[in-house]
């Protein structure tokens, strides 16, 4: 794994103005910035990146059916308990999953290590799927890389199989987001463009203008029945608005389903660990809850892996609320002192876990995080931000990638 200087694309602008890419600058910040990219073996990818990848999505599934069956995970998880069925009953009907995006420290010499899961409402998807894979031909087509130098990317075709494989032909979905958020139309538009090359219908509404009709149904700025949403909302905030006590009665299938609220969850960290303790991909991670009660002496039962993760919690880990975005709420404590923190952004009254420090590799003053993409059960791509910051934030940048051996 290297960063490689490489000359920007002469007609960047003007072809990112083409396809749509209104964002390549955010915050007064680069947002996309192709100046330099990542290069990794083929070897990288496949062992330490794909295939840990996949594994780890099916590790989540088993805590997944671990957590429905425990109630006292669905109160660590702080999953309303008047919704708790909904995601039990989401689960034990096998509604489908698209796609999420695992978050990854990682820097070429070890292990990638499992940073949270981003599988309710994950972005950057166009970015990943779309415009780095343009930014790859074009520079090969300019000689700027060479002949045989590739990307690890089938995130647009997977998602293409992912729909005709979970849909019926012609079958009509609907898509949405919060208007006026560029970011986040350009990765339901990703969605929606991969649903109509699976031969899907594929309507675009805002999420403001989402209705209740007379039946309970969902419904769309033009009184359409809503069978099938996709939604980039996150779960946590739409159970608080009143129109949740309509979901189990109205008939609408959401992307993504309840039940994928438990692995967006930050409290999925934990469980992963108490069931997979010592996995190569994960860091220590538990209830900060529970280690205040176990700190004090008064834990029920011991924790499984704490006594021999509490050294290296001493020594350096991350406290983190459930639900956050951005790195919102996210403190470094190292022997005892905080040395960074991120403002809460309204997400500092959350439940929070701790997580055993884990440093993000430095290139060149920045520090890169690999988001690596699941759609169905599989790994299927990967795109990286980097922040100058130890905690990635919203003024991190999209770095493309490429693979020589």
């Not at 009907?93 to 796609?99: A, H, K, Q, T």
């Not at 701790?354 to 890169?368: I, K, M, N, S, T």
Request: with cysteine; proline share 7%; charged share 25%.
């Amino acid at each position: 794994m290297q960063k490689i200087p490489l000359p920007e694309r002469p007609d960047l602008r003007e072809k990112a103005e083409a396809v749509g890419f209104t964002f390549l600058d955010m915050h007064g910040e680069p947002y996309w910035d192709e100046t330099s990219a990542y290069r990794f073996s083929l070897a990288e990818v496949e062992n330490d990146i794909e295939d840990p990848a996949t594994e780890l999505h099916a590790m989540c599934r088993e805590a997944v059916a671990h957590v429905v069956t425990h109630e006292r995970l669905m109160d660590r998880l702080a999953i309303p308990e008047p919704y708790r069925d909904l995601v039990a009953d989401s689960w034990k009907r096998s509604e489908p999953e698209i796609y999420g995006r695992f978050d990854f420290a990682y820097d070429g010499t070890g292990p990638a290590k499992l940073l949270e899961y981003n599988a309710d409402t994950p972005t950057s998807l166009y970015e990943s799927a779309s415009f780095q894979w343009a930014w790859l031909e074009d520079q090969l087509g300019a000689g700027v890389l060479e002949p045989g130098d590739d990307q690890f990317n089938g995130i647009h075709e997977a998602l293409v199989e992912r729909f005709r494989a979970v849909f019926r032909p012609s079958e009509d979905l609907h898509f949405a987001a919060i208007a006026g958020n560029p970011e986040d139309y350009a990765t339901v538009e990703a969605m929606g463009w991969a649903a109509r090359e699976a031969g899907l219908g594929a309507h675009y509404v805002d999420l403001e203008k989402i209705g209740i009709s007379d039946e309970g149904q969902f419904t769309d700025d033009q009184d359409r029945v809503i069978g099938t949403l996709f939604k980039l909302y996150p779960w946590e905030d739409m159970l608080q608005d009143d129109f949740a006590k309509h979901i189990a009665t109205s008939g609408c299938l959401l992307l993504e389903p309840a039940w994928k609220m438990l692995l967006s969850n930050k409290g999925i960290l934990p469980v992963l660990w108490q069931l997979f303790p010592d996995h190569p991909n994960l860091l220590p991670a538990f209830f900060e809850a529970d280690v205040a009660e176990a700190l004090a002496g008064r834990g029920s039962s011991p924790m499984p892996g704490f006594a021999q993760a509490r050294d290296r919690l001493a020594q350096g880990h991350v406290t983190k609320p459930l639900f956050s975005r951005e790195g919102a709420s996210v403190r470094i404590v190292e022997d005892g002192q905080e040395t960074e923190r991120v403002g809460d952004a309204g997400y500092g009254g959350h439940p929070r876990i701790v997580q055993a420090y884990h440093p993000l590799p430095e290139f060149d003053g920045f520090r890169p995080v690999i988001g690596a993409w699941i759609v169905g059960g599989t790994c299927v791509g990967m795109g990286l931000r980097e922040d100058r910051s130890r905690i990635t934030q919203d003024l991190s940048r999209f770095k493309p990638h490429f693979i020589r051996d």
